[in-house]
């Protein structure tokens, strides 16, 4: 595809360094790595690497229209900033925007990990773009601050009372974690790794009990998650790239008590995913406590500069959690670790040609509706 306003198609031979400017910098995100494009490309998207004449990268996403050409363009988690300014992210943005035009795409949306403080709003808006809809759950995150040179000591000490007793409880009743992760030589300090003569098979295991887990949790919560195909194949590809940690909790005699995935985003340890077994929580209380300690532990001795834990939105509103809020409790659990709410800029969006954005919205839309009906249908025969 052609290339516009400094924006090109990314040569084979820049694609090997492609996580260093993508992932590995401050603002990086998985969702912009290579892992992440061919997993998109294997659901339907069409994954571009492109490159910018300032010498940054970019993901961007393309999914074509039905019936009448044209398409959409989504830049999951970028541009990231890299360590640089709110204006010079947004105008590329902007030349990522013209670039989408130029290719025939119609419409844009993108999701940098910017702060709201930045100013970067107001930078797109002045390029013509619009705040949209989250792709994601949430807008925004908590976050536990981890200063340069911190020891866990010192985190330990803006941990609350009630969450320490939790996992040192868990510990003393023998509570272990195992550590699956592609970077570790060991498994380190309050670890275990799976044995390593059936470690591929053990993997593999973890992620099947991981998504059935999950499965359950969104049955329980209201909410749904992908397939199992598609997850474990997306979780392998990213504990290979080394940028994803599964850790799970056991009980001194091995029964599987929960798991959470976490994310090596730039600077930050992201935590993604979380769910334990119902059924044994009352003899075996605080394995995602533990488990959420363990990571902040991980994230230190990784030098990263925060836990990132998530966000806790009140859906529509986008505000932080108020008391009887549906999310206040989970917002305090994330607070008893430390966590600070962060403000992001969000998802923005630009419409490069109207008439057939508008047009394809709506074929897309029906043709959603129409796979939902004979799903429907599949199912009651």
């Given at each position: 595809?052609?290339?516009?306003?400094?924006?090109?198609?990314?040569?084979?031979?820049?694609?090997?360094?492609?996580?260093?400017?993508?992932?590995?910098?401050?603002?990086?995100?998985?969702?912009?790595?290579?892992?992440?494009?061919?997993?998109?490309?294997?659901?339907?998207?069409?994954?571009?690497?492109?490159?910018?004449?300032?010498?940054?990268?970019?993901?961007?996403?393309?999914?074509?229209?039905?019936?009448?050409?044209?398409?959409?363009?989504?830049?999951?988690?970028?541009?990231?900033?890299?360590?640089?300014?709110?204006?010079?992210?947004?105008?590329?943005?902007?030349?990522?925007?013209?670039?989408?035009?130029?290719?025939?795409?119609?419409?844009?949306?993108?999701?940098?990990?910017?702060?709201?403080?930045?100013?970067?709003?107001?930078?797109?808006?002045?390029?013509?773009?619009?705040?949209?809809?989250?792709?994601?759950?949430?807008?925004?995150?908590?976050?536990?601050?981890?200063?340069?040179?911190?020891?866990?000591?010192?985190?330990?000490?803006?941990?609350?009372?009630?969450?320490?007793?939790?996992?040192?409880?868990?510990?003393?009743?023998?509570?272990?974690?195992?550590?699956?992760?592609?970077?570790?030589?060991?498994?380190?300090?309050?670890?275990?790794?799976?044995?390593?003569?059936?470690?591929?098979?053990?993997?593999?295991?973890?992620?099947?009990?991981?998504?059935?887990?999950?499965?359950?949790?969104?049955?329980?919560?209201?909410?749904?998650?992908?397939?199992?195909?598609?997850?474990?194949?997306?979780?392998?590809?990213?504990?290979?790239?080394?940028?994803?940690?599964?850790?799970?909790?056991?009980?001194?005699?091995?029964?599987?008590?929960?798991?959470?995935?976490?994310?090596?985003?730039?600077?930050?340890?992201?935590?993604?995913?979380?769910?334990?077994?119902?059924?044994?929580?009352?003899?075996?209380?605080?394995?995602?406590?533990?488990?959420?300690?363990?990571?902040?532990?991980?994230?230190?001795?990784?030098?990263?500069?925060?836990?990132?834990l998530g966000g806790v939105d009140v859906a529509g509103a986008r505000f932080e959690p108020r008391p009887g809020d549906a999310m206040f409790g989970l917002l305090e659990f994330k607070g008893s670790f430390g966590g600070r709410w962060v403000e992001l800029a969000g998802a923005h969006e630009k419409t490069l040609r109207p008439a057939r954005a508008r047009a394809g919205e709506v074929l897309t839309g029906l043709a959603r509706g129409a796979r939902r009906l004979t799903?429907?249908?599949?199912?009651?025969?």
């Open positions: 595809m052609s290339g516009s306003g400094g924006v090109r198609e990314a040569r084979p031979d820049e694609l090997s360094g492609w996580d260093d400017r993508t992932v590995q910098v401050p603002g990086g995100s998985i969702e912009q790595s290579l892992a992440w494009g061919e997993h998109r490309a294997r659901l339907g998207w069409r994954a571009h690497h492109l490159v910018l004449d300032d010498g940054s990268a970019v993901l961007a996403l393309g999914r074509r229209w039905p019936l009448i050409g044209g398409g959409h363009v989504y830049v999951p988690k970028g541009p990231v900033a890299g360590g640089a300014a709110a204006p010079v992210v947004a105008a590329r943005l902007d030349a990522v925007a013209r670039w989408a035009r130029a290719n025939g795409y119609d419409t844009i949306l993108a999701d940098a990990e910017m702060l709201a403080a930045t100013g970067y709003g107001s930078e797109l808006a002045a390029r013509g773009f619009r705040p949209a809809e989250e792709v994601g759950p949430s807008r925004h995150r908590v976050a536990t601050p981890i200063p340069p040179g911190a020891d866990e000591e010192a985190l330990l000490a803006g941990i609350t009372k009630t969450t320490r007793q939790r996992f040192f409880a868990a510990e003393r009743r023998g509570m272990r974690v195992v550590r699956y992760d592609a970077r570790a030589t060991s498994p380190g300090a309050g670890f275990e790794a799976p044995a390593a003569a059936t470690a591929d098979g053990a993997t593999g295991e973890a992620f099947e009990r991981f998504h059935a887990l999950l499965r359950a949790t969104g049955e329980r919560r209201g909410f749904a998650i992908g397939t199992r195909s598609a997850a474990v194949a997306w979780w392998r590809a990213a504990l290979s790239a080394g940028f994803l940690v599964l850790l799970e909790a056991r009980s001194a005699d091995d029964a599987f008590l929960g798991a959470a995935i976490f994310y090596r985003n730039g600077e930050r340890l992201t935590y993604a995913n979380s769910g334990d077994v119902v059924g044994l929580r009352h003899a075996q209380p605080g394995a995602v406590h533990l488990l959420v300690w363990r990571a902040l532990q991980l994230a230190v001795r990784e030098g990263r500069s925060e836990l990132d799903g429907d249908r599949g199912a009651a025969r």
